[in-house]
């Protein structure tokens, strides 16, 4: 028995061994800003947590790219190259901390060099997290973590009538988890030590061998949410499909020593392998080896809902060549106009132009269409007919908006969300 029990847990060791150095074998690339020389509202800690964060995923097996007090130019220019690394596969992980915004439910990180005075100029002078996001769906590697400790006071609250306190809450997209040092419409602390409380907790979890990635975020959430006495709770929002271990150093002395679980605890085991998961193969191996086990029930709803569950839409299906026309009616003093150009659809992603890029009159429409038709696009250009803007504002002023989109077979439609009215219509 002896002999047996050692050899089975030389197997273990092995396989633990293997599995840990195929994990560190993906690759994992990670994109971290702090900003803390801010002109107005500077903050103590930001700086400090992301160099923390940087040596922390470079000793877990990261390639880091590190920005310290970045401008807006800067932050944009890492997104876009974080997403083409990422379009290589394997692990991404963003981290931000700073201040943060949102404005009519969109967030906004904000560069040290951002001067915001209204809701237009936010589009313009901060960070759409949106950005960010679609840079991670486009390129479809396997998990995306992306990390907000951006939940501190909005030093231009009072100048934004439709600014909220804290982030809003957003929908991960497929592969990807949100986390954010607390919930939606709350606000965190900076902090008091050399670390913010959230940051400090969330460095200590991904130092632990062995956990997945949603057991790091439940321990920050726990430790934090002591440690502010309930005051402070941080919040994710997930769609992982995949596991990842942050840390995969595997103690081979404690698997060494370790006895064969009992019956029990294998069955529990089990159970835990396959419980969040969507594959019914899962649930029927288990209910031929354990008919009447602990979970045997709970095994045989999950089948039944699987076997309810409709079949996926299939996101590519508003793929192609589309036209689009936008129809502003005439608003206030400001005269109406009637915009027709070309737009590309690719594995839900919608990407327009109208004009030549950087001159006035031009306009670029980029955002995501999801498998149930239902999308939202960001626009953004620069002013042509001064008459046809709500300021009298100049030729080649900058603008930027947000749209809401509704496909249904080979059309679309949409209506602008803020300021003035305007249609979209779209035509395959």
């Known amino acids: 028995m002896r002999a047996l029990m050692a050899a089975v847990v030389s197997i273990l060791v092995v396989t633990a061994s293997a599995g840990a150095q195929a994990t560190r074998e993906e690759p994992r690339i990670a994109l971290v800003i702090g900003n803390s020389s801010y002109r107005e509202v500077p903050l103590r800690n930001p700086v400090n947590d992301v160099r923390a964060m940087a040596r922390t995923l470079r000793e877990l097996g990261f390639t880091v790219l590190a920005h310290e007090n970045a401008n807006k130019r800067t ?16 692990v991404g992980f963003f981290y931000y901390a700073g ?23 936010t589009r313009v002078a901060a960070v759409d997290v949106d950005l960010l996001l679609e840079q991670m769906a486009e390129a479809k ?63 200590q979890a991904l130092r632990v061998p062995g956990l997945k990635v949603e057991e790091v975020f439940k321990r920050v959430r726990i430790g934090v949410a002591e440690r502010s006495k309930g005051a402070q709770t941080p919040w994710e929002s997930s769609s992982l499909t995949g596991d990842l271990v942050v840390n995969v150093t595997v103690n081979i002395t404690t698997a060494a020593v370790a006895a064969p679980a009992p019956s029990a605890d294998r069955e529990a085991l089990f159970w835990s392998s396959i419980k969040d998961g969507n594959d019914p193969t899962g649930f029927e191996a288990y209910l031929k080896q354990y008919p009447a086990g602990t979970f045997a029930a709970l095994a045989r709803q999950r089948l039944a809902g699987l076997a309810a569950k409709p079949p996926a839409l299939d996101p590519a299906r508003f793929d192609g060549a589309w036209s689009v026309t936008i129809e502003c009616e005439p608003y206030n003093a ?23 890029v950087g001159e006035p009159s031009s306009l670029t429409m980029t ?39 509704r496909f249904e ?6 209506t602008r969300v803020e300021a003035r009215p305007c249609s979209l219509t779209l035509v395959r």
Do not use: W
């Open 409 to 414: 077979g080979s059309r679309g439609s949409g």
């Open 334 to 356: 400001a005269a109406g106009y009637r915009l027709q150009f070309p737009a590309r659809v690719k594995d839900g992603l919608i990407d327009a132009q109208n004009g030549v």
């Open 99 to 121: 201040h943060g915004l949102q404005v009519r439910g969109h967030n906004y990180l904000v560069p040290i060099d951002a001067e915001i005075d209204s809701e237009a100029i």
């Open 141 to 203: 590697n396997r998990v995306n973590i992306v990390i907000l400790d951006a939940c501190r006071n909005n030093p231009f609250e009072r100048r934004l009538r439709g600014a909220s306190r804290g982030l809003a809450a957003v929908d991960a997209a497929r592969g990807t988890l949100v986390a954010y040092a607390t919930a939606p419409g709350s606000v965190a602390a900076d902090g008091d030590g050399a670390n913010g409380l959230y940051t400090e907790e969330l460095l």
């Open 367 to 405: 955002g995501k269409i999801a498998a149930d038709g239902n999308g939202s696009v960001a626009v953004r250009g620069l002013t042509g007919n001064p008459n046809a803007t709500l300021n009298r504002e100049a030729r080649g002023s900058s603008y930027g908006y947000r749209a809401n989109l």
């Open 75 to 90: 932050m944009e220019t890492a997104i876009i190259e974080f997403g083409r690394r990422l379009a290589e596969g394997g």
